[in-house]
């Protein structure tokens, strides 16, 4: 069964430094999503892209952090410097295009978790 | 602006005993409404879907789903729990939003059952 990859699994960093994840979509799959995961909360979308265009970064916080999808497969999500308060899980998913049945079913990988100190 | 809403954080049960979590969405369009499950250390995956039709939705391991339009609800149940089940549970709900489904998720419902 295809999956979402996703590296690295963990991540520890110290506060001001920069982090980058890295997720590939199960093939096929034109919409790519980021979302960010606290304890205990329900996963907040961070950005869509479209191919390798950004459809909502309405909840990024752009002035830390960054998202690429250059060639409309893989991705990258940045955050540079990290905060003690963006620990969480980092989730990546992919779906289908369009908005006809069975395109809004997301399918997510493991996830990245980052412990920022 | 869109949002869900989980009415429990925490649920403890019994084996055998019945679920039902609640989830209310608000958003005045069409939607597509999902539960997804995270077992413990791994990944959230798809539990049940709810597109168009039967408002009430089979999905695997003996959960279903209601949409009850009227109410903005999508509850989901089981007649009875196996220690195998304990994990959280999200609702979600789906909508086209500049031509592009967009997923929000509710806070989570933890399920603990007690064997």
């Known amino acids: 069964e295809a999956e979402v990859a996703q590296s690295p699994r963990y991540k520890i960093t110290e506060k001001s430094q920069a982090v980058a994840f890295w997720c590939d979509p199960i093939s096929g799959h034109a919409t790519l999503y980021w979302y960010r995961q606290i304890l205990g909360q329900g996963p907040e979308l961070l950005v869509q892209f479209q191919d390798e265009s950004v459809v909502d970064d309405s909840q990024l916080p752009k002035d830390r952090f960054s998202a690429e999808r250059l060639k409309g497969v893989d991705s990258t999500l940045k955050i540079q410097p990290a905060e003690l308060g963006d620990s969480a899980m980092y989730l990546c998913?992919?779906?289908?295009?369009?908005?006809?049945?069975?395109?809004?079913?997301?399918?997510f990988g493991e996830g990245s978790r980052l412990t920022v100190l | 602006a869109q949002s869900v809403s989980q009415h429990n954080h925490h649920v403890i049960l019994s084996e055998a005993a019945s679920l039902e979590l609640g989830c209310n969405y608000s958003y005045g369009g069409t939607v597509n409404l999902f539960w997804y499950v995270q077992y413990p250390g791994q990944h959230l995956q798809l539990l049940l879907k709810y597109f168009s039709g039967d408002p009430l939705v089979k999905g695997i391991k003996g959960f279903e789903a209601e949409f009850i339009k009227s109410k903005f609800s999508f509850n989901l149940r089981k007649p009875s729990v196996q220690w195998s089940d304990t994990a959280e549970y999200f609702c979600?709900?789906?909508?086209?939003?500049?031509?592009?489904?967009?997923?929000?998720f509710g806070a989570g419902t933890r399920l603990a059952v007690h064997p």
């Open positions: 979600a709900v789906s909508s086209l939003s500049g031509g592009y489904n967009k997923l929000i």
């Open positions: 998913a992919s779906s289908l295009r369009g908005a006809g049945p069975n395109t809004g079913e997301l399918f």
